[in-house]
């Protein structure tokens, strides 16, 4: 899918990898992917961060319950940016 500049979408985490995927990196497709479209661990940051980076409001919607899940509200595309990941310590 094409974004155009200042577009905004809500997309769940199944059409986000789907269809938007250049907005991720690749390990974070492959882990929700491997966790069967949930979130483990700090994936979750993890993705927020590179869709703030991309968006500038990004709202995060959980819905609880059978048919609950994770979408995301993004508004205000800047343009398809490279993810720089913030080096949070740790040897270099």
């Not at 509200?73 to 913030?86: A, N, S």
């Amino acid at each position: 899918m094409k974004l155009e500049i200042s577009e905004c979408i809500e997309v769940d985490k199944k059409i986000l990898i789907e269809e938007y995927g250049q907005l991720l990196t690749e390990s974070s497709k492959k882990s929700i992917i491997k966790n069967n479209y949930k979130f483990k661990g700090d994936t979750k940051d993890s993705v927020i961060a590179q869709l703030e980076n991309q968006f500038e409001s990004v709202k995060v919607i959980s819905k609880k319950g059978r048919y609950g899940g994770t979408t995301f509200e993004l508004k205000g595309f800047k343009g398809l940016v490279e993810y720089e990941r913030e080096n949070k310590g740790g040897m270099d």
